[in-house]
């Protein structure tokens, strides 16, 4: 009986070492982290039964059964650290918030567990018994910290398919989804009175210097471009120089040479909101030896030249006509 429980915790934790997602999409890396709640759920849960098997037979009636689940949360915590350590033999490194995570799931799966298991005959109350919404509440932490992330990213992803076919809107902070900025800072803000269309318009502001060019990159944009005829991005330069930005859209099958995507110079004058529009099929034909698949977008991004002065780059929309 001990040999089964031990199988499966080395099984459970060998699905950390040896198994990977080959995705590079957000949900992929969520959950492939979030995998390790349930993961240490079973983890503690079966640490436990071998604690309290142990214990049956080593401690006098009476011992307290809360014991067995600090014990069993202790381990499962260093397995979690030294699972963190291997992995990076495997070119992945540590990561606190993983750790985080294990934790979080031993902990819910030691509170369902106490939950559900019964006293053996001369052995106090169980203590989740004396104790029953604290057990549920840390439970429920557990889960809730394992959940929060995969939750988030969902709804980004339904969020994305919601407001397509605008690729970015930053009326609201949900347009932050699945963009990366360079730059001195970057912040939802609101567009200055001399080009704001209404009071209170809001813009993705990216803050520059000449050692910090501006850049904004949507590294999951909607996919698939096909029925449209225009991509358009609205911008404002602030600055009192002339800006020189870099569009650049590439699909799925990208090689990362820079004969393989669209690289189009764009230059807005100073002090000036435009909007940039570019025909979707010279999009579709930037790639030197092939057509770009339309299907399969996967990423556009704006980038800065060296500026000559400070300044402040604003992103209002970003969309497909």
């Known amino acids: 009986m001990v040999a089964l429980p031990v199988v499966g915790i080395l099984a459970l934790l060998s699905l950390l070492l040896f198994v990977s997602i080959a995705s590079g999409k957000e949900w992929g890396r969520v959950l492939l ?3 390790h709640g349930p993961i ?7 640490l436990g039964f071998l604690l309290a098997r142990g214990r049956r037979r080593r401690e006098p009636p009476g011992w307290p059964d809360w014991a067995v689940y600090v014990q069993s949360l202790a381990i499962s915590v260093a397995l979690g650290v030294l699972i963190e350590f291997l992995q990076g033999f495997q ?6 918030f993983d750790v985080m995570t294990d934790t979080a799931g031993a902990l819910a799966g030691l509170s369902a567990w106490s939950l559900v298991s019964r006293p053996e005959a001369g052995q106090p109350k169980a203590f989740a ?7 549920i509440a840390l439970g429920l932490a557990g889960a809730a910290f394992v959940l929060w992330w995969p939750i988030q990213v969902a ?3 339904a969020h994305r398919a919601a407001v397509f076919p605008a690729i970015a809107d930053f009326s609201n902070p949900r347009g932050l989804d699945f963009v990366t900025t360079d730059g001195l800072g970057a912040a939802i803000a609101d ?20 050692s910090h060019p501006p850049a904004v990159q949507f590294v999951e944009p909607q996919g698939d471009w096909r029925g449209f005829s225009v991509f358009a991005v609205d911008l404002t330069n602030s600055s009192p120089a ?6 650049r859209i590439l699909d799925a099958t990208h090689d990362w040479s820079h004969e393989d995507r669209l690289n189009l110079p764009v230059t807005i004058a100073p002090l000036t909101r435009t ?3 570019v025909a979707l099929p010279a999009i579709e034909g930037a790639p030197a030896s092939r057509r770009m698949d339309m299907a399969r977008i996967a990423n556009v991004m704006l980038y800065g030249r060296t500026p000559t002065t400070s300044g402040s780059l604003y992103v209002s929309r970003i969309w497909l006509e």
């Open 40 to 46: 240490f759920a079973g983890v503690a849960v079966l």
């Open 275 to 277: 909007t940039v529009r």
């Open 242 to 247: 002339e800006l020189s930005l870099v569009l």
């Open 191 to 210: 567009l200055p009175a001399p080009w704001s269309a209404q009071a209170g318009e809001r813009a993705l502001e990216i803050r520059y210097d000449p």
């Open 155 to 157: 709804t980004a992803y």
């Open 91 to 96: 070119g992945r490194p540590p990561s606190l």
């Open 33 to 35: 982290n979030a995998s």
């Open 129 to 135: 018994r004396g104790n029953p919404r604290l057990v």
